[in-house]
């Protein structure tokens, strides 16, 4: 494995470890949208596929362990792309029926949820179809979005320990402008690794974590 390729591992499997540990963390505290408890069967059918999905999607991309038991793999990939389906059905109706920071969160997440389940189908369908090197971009794709939820909190929480005692306007504010931040910065190194792996021959199946 190339040094580059270690460090993403490294850093993947660390905002996955953040990603399950925060959503765990909410499951006991609830979070500030009021939302969250008209519909508390949407938010568990969001955080709980969420949560799952964080845990095992990082281990698809493991050469080592697609090599050594396929069957794992398919029905593993089976499964986590039901579990997207659901978990970003679920954040669709979140950040359009019961937005925190209304507007703007309707067309942020309107696009990325899309963009999320959309990944998800054709990275689905391109595997069905045996085209593994499309399989494998959309399915980067779809993980790289899902993951920002990590980033997302680690810009928007310093945020407002800086401002200390925020208003609810500015808290609206800043979760949208974290959320916008972090799903552009994600999409856009998903992107980068794609090319960067595509042109220097890595996009077969022969190279490890996410690079394969
Ligand atoms: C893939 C793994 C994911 C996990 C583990 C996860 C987890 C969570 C958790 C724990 C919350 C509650 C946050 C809080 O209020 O403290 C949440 C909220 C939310 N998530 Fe996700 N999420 C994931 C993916 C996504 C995706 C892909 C999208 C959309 C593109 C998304 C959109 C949302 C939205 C809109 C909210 C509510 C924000 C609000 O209005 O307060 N999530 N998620």
Known sequence: MKKSELLLTIVVGLFSVLGVGFSITF??????????????????AHVVPGLIYLA???????QTIRSKYPAYHRWSGRILATIGLILGGAALFIGIIIPYSGLLEQIVIGGFGLFFL??????????????????????LRAYAIGLS???????????LIVIGNPTREEAELYSIVSFT????LHWGFAEYW?????????ASSTSDAVSS
Do not use: C, D
């Open 181 to 184: 931040a972090s799903f552009f």
């Open 149 to 159: 939820i990590v980033t997302m909190r680690l810009i928007f929480i310093p945020i």
């Open 56 to 62: 095992l999607a990082p281990l698809q991309f493991l």
């Open 194 to 202: 794609i090319r960067h792996t595509r042109s220097s021959g890595n």
């Open 118 to 139: 959309v990944s998800i189908v054709k990275g689905f369908l391109n595997a069905r179809r045996r085209n593994f090197e499309e399989h494998r971009e959309w399915m």
């Open 27 to 44: 499951l006991f505290t609830g979070g500030a949208n009021e939302g969250f408890e008209q519909y508390p069967n949407v938010t568990l």
